[in-house]
């Protein structure tokens, strides 16, 4: 069994996917809801996971084509953290706001000027966060050209980035992981069509 329809089997079973009505944070209805969240849980998943991704970064952007991984809390940081240590590359972390104390940081961890970044996050839905993330990099001065994310959901996060000069690449997509649940009688034809009605219009 290849990773992606065990990833897809596994993201069912532990709840990680949910199939029904949801609002998104964007105030979107959604025929799903993802939270990788719980996958650090378990840790055969889990790191089956990070090395699919060390994978998928060799193969379409090289590990050599980035100086550091950066993140945002909290769950793009967990998955960033573990690949770090996997890479052996630097870690910053971006916050969604400066601390208000000591030294105001935006950006945690050692920056350099003209560093290029690696930016890695969990799910890429509007892209908004990545997007903000992005900003803060440039303003230090830092290189930002590739994006990666575990589950693209198609919304946007694509070209919000591209408009930034960064490419988003993803492990697989929402597309593959609901044909796969389809195609394996864990998800019925009807969830199947509305998830496929979202994301034309998308």
């Known amino acids: ?5 065990e990833f897809a089997i596994f993201l069912q079973e532990s709840t990680a996917i949910k199939f029904g009505n949801f609002r998104l944070s964007s105030g979107k209805e959604s025929a799903y809801y993802v939270d990788l969240r719980i996958v650090p849980s378990f840790p055969h998943q889990f790191r089956n996971m990070i090395k699919y991704l060390q994978n998928t970064i060799s193969e379409k952007i090289g590990l050599d084509s980035f100086d550091c991984i950066a993140s945002v809390p909290t769950s793009g940081l967990v998955i960033a953290s573990a690949l770090a240590i996997e890479t052996m590359k630097p870690l910053v ?14 950006i945690e961890g050692k920056i350099e000027q003209g560093t290029k970044i690696l930016l890695v996050d969990d799910v ?3 892209g908004l966060s990545l997007a903000n993330a992005i900003k803060a990099l440039k303003d230090a001065k830092m290189i930002v050209i590739d994006a ?10 694509r ?8 490419k988003l690449h993803e492990v697989t997509d929402v597309v593959k992981i609901s044909s796969i649940l389809y195609n394996e009688g864990l998800l019925d ?7 496929k009605k979202q994301m034309s219009a998308n």
């Open 1 to 5: 069994m290849g990773f992606v329809k």
């Open 93 to 106: 972390y971006i916050r969604q706001k400066p601390k208000d104390y000591g030294t105001g940081s935006l």
């Open 124 to 126: 890429g839905t509007t």
């Open 148 to 157: 990666v994310v575990i589950i693209n959901r198609f919304e946007g996060a």
């Open 159 to 166: 070209e919000l980035l591209a408009s930034e000069g960064v």
């Open 189 to 195: 034809e009807q969830t199947f069509e509305r998830i």
